[in-house]
Every structure is written in structure tokens, then in C-alpha cells.
């Protein structure tokens, strides 16, 4: 195996690691990592088998998972029988803006809980009341930095790119 292989088979597996420390089975992670340094930037389920030597249960059972929490999409090609995977595009700034989603639901928590104990101690109520004031920090920056990084990606990605060159 060349140098170059082996460090792809290493992203591979590092990708596997970062997933699964993130909550997701090792091999949606090894998915992703295959379908994030791939060319052409898509890949069949008997190519994404043959690359990470894995059934086609198991990739069958991440690229479904990976589908249903929308970081990869599901794609035909004219002239080919067979469907295709890739990340989908704008993958990361869309999993930011779902977080958006999430830090309400936590702050509604902290609120929940300030209401539950309500005419009880500050020493009570004190960590939900850090929840509180921290998710209150991050809504209100949260959508400037969105907006920045809009205005910004075209510029920084062009920047990286031809750091890469």
C-alpha cells in the first residue's frame, strides 16, 4: 500500500473516530470520511463497500442514517443504473443553522427549570441560571456570525483553495 493510500485509509478511519465520539456508529463516520476525499465526489454502495471492506448491510444501514440526519444525499447519474452518494452541499453551515434549533430547545429547558423552582434558593436555581444566560449569549450571536460567514465563504473558501493548489 502506497503512502498516499495508507493516509486515506487512516482520514478513513480517523473520520470513523470523530463520528462515533459524536454520538453515530463508527462506520456512518468511515461513510462520510470516504464520500468527504473521493473522486469523483460521489460514490455507489459497491464502491463505498469495496473501499472500506465492509458489507453492504452496514453501509446500507450508515448511508441511511447519514441520510436521515441530511449530511449526505442520495443522487442519480444520466446513464447509470446504479444511486449515489455525496455530502450534501452547504453541509456544514446547514448543520449550524440546525443547531440553532437545538440551543432553543436547551434554553427552553433552562427556563422549564427556572420555573420549577421557582420561590427556591439562588444557590438552587444558579446552574440554570448559567444555562440560561449562556444559551441567551449564543442566540444573540449565533445569526451574526451565519451572516458573516455568508458574506465571507466565497472569499476564504477561494483563499484555502489556492492554498491547496
Known amino acids: 500500500m502506497s503512502d498516499k493510500q495508507e493516509a486515506r485509509r487512516q482520514f478513513i478511519e480517523d473520520a470513523g473516530d470523530t463520528l462515533e465520539e ?6 456512518a463516520g468511515r461513510v462520510l470520511g470516504a464520500l468527504m476525499i473521493c473522486v469523483p ?18 453501509i446500507s444501514s450508515a ?13 442519480s447519474m444520466p446513464g447509470h443504473r446504479r444511486r449515489y452518494y455525496r455530502p450534501r452541499p452547504n453541509l456544514w453551515s446547514d448543520l449550524f443553522a440546525q443547531q440553532m434549533g437545538h440551543l432553543k430547545e436547551h434554553h427552553a429547558l433552562a427556563d422549564q427549570g427556572l420555573k420549577t423552582l ?48
Open 63 to 75: 448511508t441511511q442514517m447519514l441520510l436521515r440526519l441530511g449530511i449526505i444525499e442520495k443522487i
Open 41 to 58: 465526489p460521489q460514490m455507489s454502495m459497491d464502491e463505498l463497500a469495496k473501499q472500506l471492506q465492509a458489507s453492504k448491510g452496514s
Open 118 to 165: 421557582a420561590g427556591e434558593s439562588l444557590e438552587m436555581k444558579e446552574r440554570l441560571i448559567e444555562m440560561q444566560v449562556f444559551f441567551d449569549f449564543v442566540e444573540k450571536e449565533l445569526p451574526g456570525f451565519a451572516q458573516r460567514w455568508e458574506k465571507q465563504r466565497p472569499q476564504l473558501l477561494k483563499k484555502r483553495l489556492a492554498l491547496h493548489k
Open 22 to 27: 459524536h454520538g453515530l456508529p463508527h462506520m
